[in-house]
């Protein structure tokens, strides 16, 4: 699924981005790091949603 993908290459980013700020100690870094971090957590929650009404039209589905 492409919210997953987003998410796994989201993830990876913010945590490079952090490692980075950690050797550089580079504040902006920090809030790049940060700000993919919200992302992810957007991108999860929009899993979350896609994902109970997919279920929710399965089950409709079902009761035909």
């Known amino acids: 699924m492409a919210v997953e993908t987003d998410i796994e290459s989201l ?3 913010a945590d490079d ?3 980075k700020a950690e050797k550089q100690h580079k504040v902006t870094l920090i809030s ?3 700000a993919m971090h919200r ?3 957007e ?3 929009e899993l979350t949603v896609l994902s109970q009404e997919l ?3 399965l089950l ?3 009761n035909l």
């Open 11 to 13: 993830t990876k980013d």
């Open 17 to 19: 981005f952090a490692e």
């Open 32 to 34: 790049k790091s940060n």
């Open 39 to 41: 992302a992810v957590k």
């Open 43 to 45: 991108k999860n929650d």
């Open 55 to 57: 279920a929710n039209k």
């Open 60 to 62: 409709e589905l079902k």
